[in-house]
């Protein structure tokens, strides 16, 4: 895993599942990810594909340490997460990554602007002021300033999507894990989020890893990684340039 990168110029991967297995105990034990081995470098913009039930979002979830593996490691920026603490794990969830789900979840009794804050308030690495500045940004940025005093409920599907995208970039993350970011949405807000991730990629240098069923989506993007009864069948990787912005990728296996 981690030499592919290497050979690429990378020296360490950003993140890296380690033959990571993840069983639901119970009376007839489920398992949900069996044997994953990957290896995810900056600047990446990934699908995870597969049918329903094929581990696609208990893979997401592993990588952003909202679930720990029955076996097998989750590398961090080359650190093994197995052993850390709750605590450490919850810093490093805070300060490495952003989360964007199918369904936003954003707090109803309060404004965007407080929601996006919010990420921000329990790492604690900025001022208030500072904090309120950088959630302004990225609202605006997202175009969404003349809506940040509003709530949640005040917004359409679209715009509160938007609203988790910049939630996730509070903290200034390397990494973007996203659920099914376009699942609830109608197809033209479905292809604004779908920029808006392709920007976070192509324009802040962040890696976004997201879960999709759109396969047009899908062939739209740097590397497709397929899932099948929890394990991975295909890495594809786009073949030489990405190609125009928007385009098709011929796609070639990928060596991780």
Do not use: W
């Given at each position: 895993?981690?030499?592919?990168?290497?050979?690429?110029?990378?020296?360490?991967?950003?993140?890296?599942?380690?033959?990571?297995?993840?069983?639901?105990?119970?009376?007839?034990?489920?398992?949900?990810?069996?044997?994953?081995?990957?290896?995810?470098?900056?600047?990446?913009?990934?699908?995870?594909?597969?049918?329903?039930?094929?581990?696609?979002?208990?893979?997401?979830?592993?990588?952003?340490?909202?679930?720990?593996?029955?076996?097998?490691?989750?590398?961090?920026?080359?650190?093994?997460?197995?052993?850390?603490?709750?605590?450490?794990?919850?810093?490093?969830?805070?300060?490495?990554?952003?989360?964007?789900?199918?369904?936003?979840?954003?707090?109803?009794?309060?404004?965007?602007?407080?929601?996006?804050m919010l990420p921000m308030r329990a790492l604690g690495a900025l001022a208030?002021?500072?904090?309120?500045?950088?959630?302004?940004?990225?609202?605006?940025?997202?175009?969404?300033?003349?809506?940040?005093?509003?709530?949640?409920?005040?917004?359409?599907?679209?715009?509160?999507?938007?609203?988790?995208?910049?939630?996730?970039?509070?903290?200034?993350?390397?990494?973007?894990?996203?659920?099914?970011?376009?699942?609830?949405?109608?197809?033209?807000?479905?292809?604004?989020?779908?920029?808006?991730?392709?920007?976070?990629?192509?324009?802040?240098?962040?890696?976004?890893?997201?879960?999709?069923?759109?396969?047009?989506?899908?062939?739209?993007?740097?590397?497709?990684?397929?899932?099948?009864?929890?394990?991975?069948?295909?890495?594809?990787?786009?073949?030489?340039?990405?190609?125009?912005?928007?385009?098709?990728?011929?796609?070639?296996?990928?060596?991780?």
């Open positions: 895993m981690g030499d592919e990168l290497r050979k690429r110029g990378t020296s360490v991967p950003l993140v890296e599942a380690r033959e990571v297995t993840r069983i639901l105990p119970g009376i007839v034990p489920t398992t949900l990810v069996r044997d994953v081995s990957l290896a995810v470098g900056e600047r990446e913009f990934v699908a995870i594909m597969g049918p329903s039930g094929s581990g696609k979002s208990s893979l997401l979830y592993l990588l952003g340490l909202l679930d720990l593996p029955t076996s097998g490691e989750v590398v961090i920026r080359g650190r093994a997460t197995s052993s850390m603490s709750e605590a450490e794990r919850g810093h490093v969830r805070l300060s490495t990554l952003g989360f964007v789900f199918q369904f936003h979840f954003l707090l109803p009794e309060f404004s965007i602007l407080d929601n996006v208030p002021s500072g904090m309120r500045e950088r959630a302004a940004s990225l609202l605006s940025a997202l175009g969404l300033g003349e809506h940040m005093h509003k709530r949640p409920d005040q917004l359409s599907g679209g715009q509160r999507q938007r609203v988790a995208v910049a939630r996730a970039l509070a903290n200034d993350p390397p990494l973007i894990l996203a659920d099914e970011p376009t699942g609830s949405l109608d197809s033209k807000s479905s292809e604004q989020v779908f920029e808006i991730l392709r920007e976070v990629v192509e324009g802040r240098g962040k890696t976004v890893i997201a879960v999709t069923h759109d396969l047009e989506l899908a062939g739209r993007m740097q590397r497709r990684i397929q899932l099948m009864d929890g394990a991975i069948t295909a890495d594809e990787r786009a073949a030489g340039p990405r190609g125009p912005l928007g385009g098709p990728l011929a796609l070639e296996p990928s060596k991780t």
